[in-house]
């Protein structure tokens, strides 16, 4: 190792970058979690103070056409723009700056939750609230491919062990969302109150990868790596006015090789391309039935259980 870099003091970049890693995954493990919170709203136009909820209310004979449709719609309003900008994130990191792309995106996300806490405690129709909740959907996912893509790229700056904390941060937050909701249910409390506590729980913990992020560009391990980069282009840029230099008559010939050299897509794609299409295939399955399909799957021997009080179900 060379002597002089600095070393990463107390793991603070690893622990930053897993707090980020845990920020891109958490908004929408957070809304699948709350699945049943959502489609109960879209049940019962009666305001929300006066609503009964009953063990029935979830059955698919009772259910209305918003709750039956909510799933599906909810899965392609998230991937169809989690796909988009993914896409996107190649023009997206040469047109707008990496700080923007990172902090704006965990900005306007913690936004989106604060106004879905917000709405906790506001009446409105159903198809009000399904129209608000989609288009919110679509707006996190949105930020949330935008800030995914630009993490991983930050992350390559370093050392490749220091993709790792990224991907156990996201690993955890299925985790922590379904942890927040039996904290929450468990609770006791009324129904607004424990969703709004879910809801700003998420708030929180996107505010501390804000600060996270604000934190990391001060850390001496970071500052290293990131000038270490900077300094590259103007190094190549020198390498060659130095080669046009020497012999302005072999410039067709070497812009020729150079651009033999340059990978192509084409090219990647041929390399990658059986793990390439083995990740397709797997997310196709596990998209195709997560949560759409599982959402609706229901245990058959908890029924009168504590756990299936007209509260819980709400969830």
Same mark, same amino acid.
């Given at each position: 190792?060379?002597?002089?870099?600095?070393?990463?003091?107390?793991?603070?970049?690893?622990?930053?970058?897993?707090?980020?890693?845990?920020?891109?995954?958490?908004?929408?493990?957070?809304f699948?979690?709350a699945?049943?919170?959502?489609t109960?709203?879209?049940?019962?136009?009666?305001?929300?103070?006066?609503?009964?909820?009953?063990?029935?209310?979830t059955?698919?004979?009772?259910?209305?056409?918003?709750?039956?449709?909510?799933?599906n719609v909810?899965?392609?309003?998230?991937?169809?723009?989690?796909?988009?900008?993914?896409?996107?994130?190649?023009?997206?990191?040469?047109r707008?700056?990496?700080?923007?792309?990172?902090?704006?995106?965990?900005?306007?996300?913690?936004?989106?939750f604060?106004?879905?806490?917000?709405?906790?405690?506001?009446d409105?129709?159903?198809?009000?609230?399904?129209?608000?909740?989609?288009?919110?959907? &679509?707006?996190?996912?949105?930020? #949330?491919?935008? !800030? %995914?893509? +630009?993490? @991983? /790229?930050m992350?390559?700056?370093?050392? =490749?062990?220091?993709?790792?904390?990224?991907?156990?941060?996201?690993?955890?937050a299925?985790?922590?969302?379904?942890?927040?909701? &039996?904290c929450?249910?468990?609770? #006791?409390?009324a !129904? %607004?109150? +424990?969703? @709004? /506590?879910?809801?700003?729980?998420?708030? =929180?913990?996107?505010?501390?990868?804000?600060?996270?992020?604000?934190?990391?560009?001060?850390?001496?391990?970071?500052?290293?790596?990131?000038?270490?980069?900077?300094?590259?282009?103007?190094?190549?840029?020198?390498?060659?006015?130095?080669?046009?230099?020497?012999?302005?008559?072999?410039?067709?010939?070497?812009?020729?090789?150079?651009?033999?050299?340059?990978?192509?897509?084409?090219?990647?794609?041929?390399?990658?391309?059986?793990?390439?299409?083995?990740?397709?295939?797997?997310?196709?399955?596990?998209?195709?039935?997560?949560?759409?399909?599982?959402?609706?799957?229901?245990?058959?021997?908890?029924?009168?259980?504590?756990?299936?009080?007209?509260?819980?179900?709400?969830?």
């Amino acid at each position: 190792m060379d002597p002089q870099v600095p070393k990463d003091k107390y793991n603070g970049v690893w622990l930053i970058f897993f707090m980020l890693g845990l920020g891109t995954l958490l908004p929408w493990n957070f809304f699948m979690t709350a699945t049943m919170n959502f489609t109960s709203r879209l049940a019962d136009p009666q305001p929300l103070s006066e609503r009964n909820f009953s063990a029935n209310q979830t059955e698919e004979d009772t259910r209305s056409v918003l709750q039956a449709k909510f799933n599906n719609v909810m899965t392609l309003c998230a991937m169809i723009p989690l796909l988009a900008f993914t896409c996107l994130n190649s023009v997206l990191h040469q047109r707008i700056p990496q700080k923007i792309r990172i902090a704006g995106s965990l900005t306007a996300i913690m936004l989106l939750f604060l106004l879905t806490a917000i709405l906790v405690k506001v009446d409105l129709e159903p198809l009000h609230f399904f129209v608000i909740t989609m288009i919110k959907i &679509i707006c996190i996912n949105s930020f #949330g491919a935008v !800030l %995914q893509g +630009s993490l @991983f /790229g930050m992350a390559g700056l370093l050392p =490749a062990s220091y993709t790792t904390p990224i991907m156990s941060g996201q690993g955890l937050a299925g985790t922590f969302a379904a942890f927040s909701m &039996i904290c929450a249910i468990a609770s #006791g409390s009324a !129904l %607004q109150d +424990s969703a @709004f /506590g879910y809801f700003i729980t998420a708030c =929180a913990v996107i505010a501390l990868a804000i600060a996270s992020y604000v934190a990391l560009p001060k850390l001496a391990f970071f500052q290293y790596y990131q000038e270490s980069n900077q300094n590259k282009p103007s190094e190549d840029e020198e390498n060659k006015m130095d080669l046009l230099k020497k012999d302005q008559s072999k410039q067709g010939v070497s812009t020729a090789e150079e651009d033999k050299q340059a990978p192509s897509f084409l090219g990647i794609f041929k390399k990658i391309w059986v793990m390439a299409l083995s990740v397709c295939f797997a997310f196709t399955i596990t998209i195709g039935t997560f949560p759409a399909v599982t959402v609706d799957v229901k245990s058959t021997i908890a029924v009168g259980g504590t756990w299936v009080s007209p509260q819980c179900v709400s969830w």
